[in-house]
């Protein structure tokens, strides 16, 4: 099983490989197009600022690879954020790969939003023998809105979409990495697609 990590400049890379080597995978680094095709599974990672980052995408060429992939494919955070229509960060226009907008939470609440929180409403095989409720770890200002290709919820100032899905794309809000047992299922369920 071949699992590689898109390398665009915006991501945790360090915690998501040490996650995969303890189920036992080796996961490559890569911003080659040919080796990221080529892969069985695909992770598309990201940390900071939106449009950044998309400049970063873009520069690598990866903006127009990454939506065309047909392996399974899992945004994590600011990944799955860039994996939607657009962002409110930086007025940022995304992949279009999940129909739906990613909006900043209102200064009603502490932001950004930091630490563990619960799913809900969870509708996939990719939490499977993960319960209802089950705490995942966050770090986000910004949040998409819950929509039809919303496979997980959960609430902060009110309920978002903390998990997607279209087709082979997958994407989640929390960091599995960071998430303990629960985030280590997600993971190993999304090598098992």
Known sequence: MSVVIVDYGAGNIKSIQFAFKRLGIEAKLSNDPTIIKAANRVIFPGVGEASSAMKMLKQSGLDDIIPKLKQPVLGICLGMQLMCNGSEEGDTKGLGI???????????VKVPQMGWNTITNLKSELFNGIKENEFMYLVHSYYAEQCEESIATTDYEFTYASALQNENFYGVQFHPEKSSTAGERLLKNFLEL
Do not use: L, P, Y
């Not at 999940?98 to 009603?108: G, I, L, P, T, Y």
């Open 98 to 108: 999940f129909n739906v907008e990613v909006k900043r939470f209102s200064n009603q």
